[in-house]
C-alpha cells in the first residue's frame, strides 16, 4: 500500500523560482491562504549593453507582495539552511528555480519538496520542456507535480495532467499558456494535499527523454531540413530568440511561418513566391513553408508583407 503523505493544514510555504513562467505560479499562491513566508531566487544577473544587474522575475513580482526574497549563491549552504529552517516550513514549492537543491534541503519540510514541471514526465525532463514539445510538433504535452530527488526530473510523481497544445502557438504564448495552467494546477494540488494527502508513483525511467539548452548554433534555419522540423524551429524559438537565416548577409528572424505546400521542387531556401498581404513563400526538403511575420537586423518585429515593402524580396533569391 502506498505510503500517504498528508498535513490537514498547509500554514507555511516556501517557494523557490526564477523567471517568468514561475511568476503566475508564485502570484496565485500569494493571492491565496498559501501565500509563500519566503521566495529564494536566482542572483541578480546583468544584462544588457551596459550590463546593469536585473532582478529576476520572481523577484520583481514577490516585492510586489511584500514577500522577503533572498538570492543566494549556494543555496545548499548551511547558512542558507538555517534561514529557511528557522520558518519551519511545511512544504518547499518550487517552479523553475534553476539550481540543484540538496538533501539537506529537501528533507526541511515535513511534506517534501514538491516541483511543478510543464510536461508529461518522464518525458521531457530537463532546460527546456516547452520548446522541444514545439519542435516536436507535440499535439498533445502536459503538466506533472512531482517530489524532488537527487536525479534531475526523476522524482516520483504526485500528480499529472494531459494538455493539448493549442495549434499555432509560438514559444512566447505557449509559456504564458502552460504558466496559467500550471499555477491553477499547482493551486489544486495544494488543496489536496490538504483533503486527502499524496501518494507517491515511480516514473518509468526507461521511458525517459531528454532537453537541452538552446544554444546560438540551434537558432539557425537548415533550409535543407523537413518542413514540419523547420515549422517546429520557428514556433518553438519565437518571439525570443528568434529562429534566423540569412539574407545579403544580415540575420533574418523568422517569427512566423506556416505550410503552404506539402511538395516542392525547388532548391532549398529558395524564396519561391512573394503574396501580397501575406508574406513568402520559401522552399525547403519536402514542402514549402509561408513566412508571415519576420525581424531584420535592427529592426522590430514585422509582418512579411511589410518587409517585403521595403526589402524588395525577388522570386529565386537564395536564403542562408
Known amino acids: 500500500m502506498a505510503k500517504i503523505y498528508k498535513l490537514d493544514e498547509i500554514k507555511k510555504v516556501v517557494f523557490l523560482g526564477t523567471p517568468e513562467f514561475a511568476v503566475r505560479s508564485f502570484e496565485k499562491l500569494a493571492e491565496s491562504k498559501y501565500k509563500p513566508l519566503l521566495v529564494v531566487t536566482q542572483p541578480d544577473k546583468p544584462k544588457g549593453r551596459n550590463r546593469k544587474l536585473q532582478a529576476t522575475p ?18 545548499n549552504s548551511e547558512d542558507v539552511l538555517q534561514q529557511i529552517s528557522i520558518l519551519s516550513p511545511d512544504i518547499l514549492v518550487t517552479v523553475a528555480y534553476g539550481g540543484y537543491l540538496g538533501k539537506k534541503l529537501r528533507k526541511i519540510a515535513p511534506l517534501g519538496c514538491i516541483n511543478l514541471h510543464p510536461s508529461l514526465l518522464p518525458d521531457l ?160 526538403k519536402n514542402g514549402q513553408i509561408l513566412v508571415t511575420e519576420v525581424k531584420a537586423e535592427g529592426k522590430k518585429a514585422m509582418s512579411a508583407h511589410a518587409y517585403n515593402l521595403g526589402a524588395n524580396l525577388r522570386v529565386n533569391e537564395k536564403l542562408g
Open 125 to 284: 525532463r530537463g532546460a527546456s520542456p516547452l520548446q522541444t514539445s514545439l519542435f516536436r510538433n507535440d499535439k498533445v504535452s502536459g503538466l506533472t507535480i512531482f517530489k524532488i530527488v537527487a536525479n534531475m526530473d526523476a522524482g516520483p510523481i504526485i500528480n499529472q495532467r494531459e494538455v493539448e497544445v493549442p495549434l499555432n502557438m509560438n514559444f512566447t504564448e505557449y509559456s504564458d499558456y502552460m504558466a496559467n495552467l500550471g499555477a491553477d494546477f499547482l493551486l489544486e494540488t495544494l488543496q489536496g494535499i490538504e483533503r486527502e494527502g499524496y501518494s507517491l508513483v515511480k516514473q518509468n525511467h526507461t521511458k525517459a527523454t531528454f532537453t537541452q539548452k538552446v544554444d546560438k548554433d540551434d537558432l539557425v534555419i537548415n533550409w535543407d531540413s523537413e518542413m514540419k522540423s523547420i515549422i517546429g524551429k520557428i514556433r518553438g524559438l519565437s518571439y525570443q530568440p528568434g529562429a534566423r537565416t540569412y539574407r545579403q548577409g544580415k540575420a533574418l528572424q523568422i517569427l512566423r511561418a506556416e505550410k503552404y505546400a506539402e511538395e516542392s521542387s525547388k532548391d532549398t531556401g529558395l524564396i519561391i513566391q512573394v503574396i501580397k498581404n501575406q508574406g513568402f513563400v520559401v522552399s525547403c
Open 58 to 75: 520572481v523577484k520583481i513580482s514577490s516585492q510586489g507582495y511584500g514577500v522577503p526574497v533572498i538570492q543566494p549563491l549556494n543555496i
